[in-house]
């Protein structure tokens, strides 16, 4: 098949990249000029480059490629949707979007965005989205007007292209900028003997999904005929705690301390996440795997090890100032949960 790709050069991106090529397709990416550091492409991959902003300006380029499958990597807003839907009409057989869990109405009880009681259980594919618009607004002024549920609606709600929605859960893996497994791995090799968390989001449970085996779901939504037209969401079978989480991690390079829980009232504001813990994000992924015939390419202990094995090579930029110890064995000493580090 001929593939483009909007988007592809971050993280999740080059995976998919990687994945469709193994596969045989042929394969375009359209988007801003390579920056250092970032993936190279596969010899013989097209690129176009240009302002997503201004995509319809490339239909030329588009149609000289003329792709079976548009896969969007990085749809954030109802007017991005638009722009994509308009210029691939009638130039593409289908588009598939990326979009996330955080469309869910749970999701929006985790952050405050939604009111009303916890949901309990596994979220499907119908269950609930957010009612209130615009998640960020007010918090991040470079994404006021980020929404994957109006994204979502306009891609599923073209008269003339057909759309299919992926939606991702927490996503971890080689690549991932926001590095978040490093902080726990860093203090696991930097021999501390404990990891102070906080209760509620230590018992707190997240739908996570390994980098590579997120490109496997995205690779068999873009090539399969039977995903035309529908939603699904992709997530380990596991859905863990934050502790169990953090143990997967210490299990892999043998780390013999202890996470240890804490009551949010014995830790100062800034070590107690701002979320409501009792609202878990768990996952069914049936119909992923029913329909397209998804598994996960890797184990979990695999997956971990890869992960671990980028951090250590690629630690974030100011890695000393993640985690202050001083602030920790003085917490430690004051709870009286063990020996101050080092002693």
Sequence with gaps: MRILLLGGTRFIGPHVVKRLAQDGHELAIFNRRLSSGE????????????????????????????????IDLFPYTEADAHL???????????????????????????????TGPVEAGPLTEKSPLCQNRYPFRGGREDRSDYDKVLVEEVVMGHKHLPGTIVRLPMVYGPGDYQHRLYPYLQQMRDGRKMILIEEGFASWSWARGYVEDIAEAILLAATLDVAKGQIYHVAEPDCLTMKQWIERIAAQIDWQGEVISVPATDLPVHLVPQINNRQHICLDTGKIR???????????????????????AHPPEGVQKMINYTEEDELITKLGIGPRFGE
């Design 39 to 70: 993936a190279s492409l596969p010899e013989g991959m097209v690129t176009i480059q240009g302002n997503r902003s201004r995509l319809g300006e490339y239909r030329e380029a588009f149609h000289s490629f003329s792709p079976d499958v548009v």
């Design 84 to 114: 994509l839907m308009e210029t691939f009409q009638d130039l593409a057989g289908r588009v598939v979007a990326i979009s996330s869990c955080d469309v869910y109405r749970a999701f929006g009880r985790v952050n405050g965005i939604e």
């Design 290 to 312: 029913r329909e397209l015939g998804y598994q996960e390419t890797l184990t979990a202990n695999e997956a971990i090890r890869r992960t671990i094995e980028w951090e250590i």
